[in-house]
């Protein structure tokens, strides 16, 4: 049971990731870098 949970919390924590990065990726190309995570760098 715990390791279960364990994969699928790890599943769930990547999946949160990659939708992150996919956003950050998004708001970086749809406004030339000037956009709201630009700040992060």
Same mark, same amino acid.
């Given at each position: $049971?715990? &390791? @279960?949970? @364990? %994969?699928?919390? &790890?599943? &769930?924590?990547?999946? *949160?990731?990659?939708? @992150?990065? #996919?956003?950050? $990726? &998004?708001?970086?190309? #749809?406004? %030339?870098? #000037?956009?709201? *995570? #630009?700040? $992060?760098?």
């Amino acid at each position: $049971m715990g &390791l @279960l949970q @364990l %994969d699928w919390g &790890l599943k &769930l924590c990547h999946g *949160f990731l990659m939708a @992150l990065i #996919s956003v950050w $990726m &998004l708001d970086c190309e #749809s406004r %030339d870098g #000037s956009g709201y *995570f #630009s700040g $992060m760098h």
